[in-house]
């Protein structure tokens, strides 16, 4: 009677230091002027096999049209923007408000435009069958929510502070703290994803995900700015982070090989 042994063990991870040094090396052999992040950048390991290696296929957009989901403002109801309400009772963790205008290039507020955020809970733990975070679900906390910019361009959402939380790109990798946003503009096949993240974070410089943008003054501009006006007495701290568009100081998006629900492939 023959027995099996499993022989197969998952490949050892890298240690930070080797990462760090790839990152560097990486920045190095990147002309300056790069606003956006790097769709191969080898440090973000599955970066590496899951970018585009081919041209984008251009699609008839009236055709999308036809078959896209559309929704209208009376869709959007105002306390969606709320995500601390959702649920009946209070989530765990740091209340605040981040709140900014929206932007084209010639620093023109974009009316109307549905914004949405999805993001971790106070622990770092998604809502999301894939993440096995050993952290605890919040069940007063959801982690998204959606408005539409007010006619001055002014986006306003009221949430929890996410926790930084660690993911399987190499040995001791933890995400720093940051909001996923999606903006659509006036055709469903517009749309933008990227990050906010949090002034003074530790992990910024380990974080190769934020890392793959090799400018630094483009990733300072995915960085909110503490508001002590936004803050509000005994109930919230306040951050304000501005989105724009086009033009040379655009927001960077986010890269097209990246989740867009929440995990960043743990």
């Known amino acids: 009677m023959l027995t099996t042994t499993s022989t197969s063990t998952a490949p050892a ?3 930070q230091e080797q990462v760090t040094a790839e990152i560097t090396e990486a920045h190095a052999a990147t002309p300056p002027g790069a606003a956006q992040p790097r769709i191969d950048f080898p440090p973000y390991r599955s970066s590496v096999l899951r970018h585009p290696t081919k041209d984008l296929r251009h699609a008839d957009p009236e055709g999308i049209e036809l078959v ?3 929704f209208g403002h009376s869709d959007v109801d105002p306390v969606e923007a709320d ?12 209340r605040m408000v981040v709140t900014g205008r929206v932007l084209d290039g010639d620093g023109r507020p974009v009316r109307h435009q549905l914004v949405e955020i999805w993001q ?15 952290a605890a679900i919040d069940p007063n906390f959801t ?13 306003r ?6 926790g930084p939380y660690p993911w399987r790109n190499h040995h001791n990798a933890w995400r720093p703290a940051h909001i996923h946003f999606s903006l659509f503009g006036t055709e469903f096949t517009q749309r933008l994803v990227t990050q906010m993240y949090f002034p003074g974070d530790p992990l910024f410089a380990l974080d190769p995900i934020y890392q793959s943008i090799t400018e630094q003054s483009a990733r300072d501009r995915l960085v909110a700015t503490y508001d002590h006006d936004v803050t509000t007495h005994e109930w919230a701290t306040g951050y304000r982070w501005d989105i724009v568009l086009t033009g040379t100081h655009a927001t960077p998006l986010e890269a097209t090989f990246d989740d867009q629900d929440g995990e960043d492939h743990r």
């Open 13 to 15: 991870l890298v240690p």
């Open 68 to 70: 896209a989901p559309v």
């Open 83 to 94: 995500l601390t309400i959702q649920h009946g009772g209070d989530p765990i963790g740091e």
């Open 120 to 134: 971790a809970n106070a622990g770092g733990r998604y809502i999301h069958k894939r993440d096995q975070h050993p």
């Open 143 to 155: 982690g998204v929510g959606r408005c539409l910019t007010d006619a001055d361009g002014n986006y």
């Open 157 to 162: 959402f009221t949430t929890i502070k996410p």
